[in-house]
């Protein structure tokens, strides 16, 4: 026969299971990583390789000796069109969470943009700005009338990319295992595409998220969520590019995780590297 005491601690056993079933069923949406084809926007634009190839060329880091024919026709007929322009990195603001060399070519941070960078690469912009109907404008602009609190300017709501920028790890690089700002990441998701990478082991050349990791090489997209614990890192022998792109998160995806503030001193940095 069942005591009393062990009745009472197997119902509290069960109550317990019940709770966490409950909670792994209803608890809110969290991921590391977000599959791109949830995004058919920021998809199609993953693929749009003649794109890159000119971004390639403006980053100068089209490199012949990994271009198959057919590229490098396309990479010399581009040379042909365009003007290069000499493009100007910039430390990365916060030495703090970095190893070795890492560079920032800004383009657009906190909805600001640096002009001369985003005149140089206004094509690949043309098409970073399609992607601002990523998310449910007019579900923005119901909750900002609902909420007086909130800015209804059209302008501001429909803007829902807030950086655009490439960052550049030199060889044997890496961030550090950081949480992104909290004004920069607990509203944003993360789309990053990776340049000039040719490695053969996540050891190499990836992202690590929350214990969760993905290599990245030449041509690779992926979204994350970076308001979490994540790091980067290149030990390869060549620089590696991200070209980054913060934008808003979709009603269905709760808010993110950090806790950490910008530093004053970090805070003007960033806004020395844009111009609006």
């Given amino acids: 026969m069942i005591s009393q005491s062990t009745a009472i601690t197997i119902g509290i056993c069960i109550i317990v299971f019940i709770v966490i079933i409950f909670l792994i069923i209803f608890s809110p949406n969290r991921r590391n990583f977000y599959s791109i084809d949830k995004f058919p926007k920021l998809e199609d634009f993953s693929k749009k390789d003649n794109l890159f190839l000119e971004t390639l060329v403006r980053l100068n880091i089209a490199d012949s000796e990994n271009l198959d024919d057919d590229e490098f026709k396309k990479i010399e007929a581009i040379k042909e069109r365009i003007t290069v322009e000499e493009i100007a990195w910039e430390k990365w603001p916060d030495q703090k ?14 909805f600001k943009y640096n002009k001369k960078n985003q005149a140089i690469f206004s094509n690949l ?12 404008v007019n579900d923005a602009i119901n909750d900002a009338i609902n909420d007086t609190n909130k800015d209804t300017n059209k302008d501001t709501i429909k803007d829902s990319i807030k ?6 790890l030199a060889p044997n690089s890496q961030f550090l295992e950081h949480k992104g700002y909290a004004t920069m990441t607990n509203d944003t998701l993360r789309f990053v595409r990776c340049f000039n990478s040719y490695c053969y082991e996540i050891k190499e050349c990836g992202i690590w998220v929350d214990h969760e990791s993905k290599k990245m090489i030449d041509g690779d ?3 994350y969520d ?3 614990i994540h790091s980067l890192h290149n030990n390869t022998v060549d620089d590696v590019i991200y070209l980054v792109i913060d934008f808003k998160r979709p009603n269905e995806i709760p808010a993110g995780y950090s ?3 910008m530093p004053k001193e970090i805070e003007i940095v960033y806004n020395s590297l844009v111009d609006e």
């Fill in 97 to 110: 969470i970095i190893s070795g060399n890492i560079e920032i070519l800004p383009i657009k941070l906190n």
């Fill in 125 to 136: 912009l043309d098409y970073i700005n399609m992607i601002n109907e990523i998310n449910d």
């Fill in 163 to 168: 950086n655009i920028y490439f960052v550049k």
């Fill in 221 to 223: 997209s992926l979204i």
């Fill in 226 to 228: 970076a308001s979490k």
């Fill in 259 to 261: 806790d950490v503030s």
